[in-house]
């Protein structure tokens, strides 16, 4: 099975903040990692796929980077609904893993 | 719009049985694989199951093989997820997901549903 790490596993960050989490795999996936934002009680949203292709209706604000075990998604100007917790998945192969997440906090 | 409408979740015995469902609009149902993902109490997200467009494929976590059995009605538009033998690791939020093509290797998800609650307790 692929692990998937990331890192931090929280942040505290203010808003106007330009903030990066990272996420790595155990072996190498190519460009097959998406990114989710999950508020509490509600579903996750897609926000990246392909590693750096932005979903449709997403603000250009997010961005993610990276191919074969590195990945990155940054946030480049944080506001007020970005704080939320923030989900690496790779879909390579199976099983799909997420990783443990980030809790971007105030 | 897309959506995905779950049902079925509630609180079941160990050693119960509960059948998921999620209703899919929006979108042309028998073109995409879809999947079951599901959150326990306070943890991350943990995928459960996978199944093409056509429903001959199908893929499970081990965490789950051989006790839950996922499932579509393409002329329903509904994608099922039967589960067997339940226990108290099997309580969650579980929510069903659509992927951006027939598979769902190297195809990603994209929609998700709003989830549905399963509760194992005696």
């Known amino acids: 099975d692929i692990q998937m790490t990331q890192s931090p596993s929280s942040l505290s960050a203010s808003v106007g903040d330009r903030v990066t989490i990272t996420c790595r795999a155990s072996?190498?996936?190519?460009?097959?990692l998406a990114w989710f934002q999950q508020k509490p009680g509600k579903a996750p949203k897609s926000l990246i796929y392909?590693?750096?292709s932005l979903q449709s209706g997403v603000p250009s604000k997010f961005s993610g980077s990276g191919s074969g075990t590195d990945f990155t998604l940054t946030i480049s100007s944080l506001q007020p609904e970005d704080f939320a917790t923030y989900y690496c998945?790779?879909?390579?192969?199976?099983?799909?893993?997420f990783g443990p997440g980030t809790k971007v906090e105030i | 719009e897309v959506q995905l409408l779950e049902s079925g979740g509630g609180l079941v015995q160990p050693g119960g049985s509960l059948r998921l469902s999620c209703v899919a609009s929006?979108?042309?149902?028998?073109?995409?694989?879809m999947t079951w993902v599901r959150q326990a109490p306070g943890k991350g997200l943990e995928w459960v199951s996978a199944?093409?467009?056509?429903?001959?494929?199908?893929r499970h976590a081990d965490s789950v093989r051989g006790r839950f059995t996922i499932a579509r009605d393409n002329s329903q538009n509904t994608l099922y997820l039967q589960m067997n033998s339940l226990s108290a690791e099997d309580t969650a939020v579980y929510y069903c997901?659509?992927?951006?093509?027939?598979?769902?290797?190297?195809?990603?998800?994209?929609?998700w549903g709003q989830g549905t609650t399963v509760t194992v307790s005696s």
């Open positions: 072996q190498g996936i190519s460009n097959y």
């Open positions: 929006g979108f042309t149902f028998n073109n995409y694989g």
């Open positions: 997901a659509k992927t951006r093509g027939p598979g769902v290797i190297r195809v990603g998800l994209d929609v």
């Open positions: 199944i093409n467009d056509s429903g001959d494929s199908t």
């Open positions: 392909a590693a750096s």
């Open positions: 998945q790779q879909y390579n192969s199976y099983p799909l893993t």
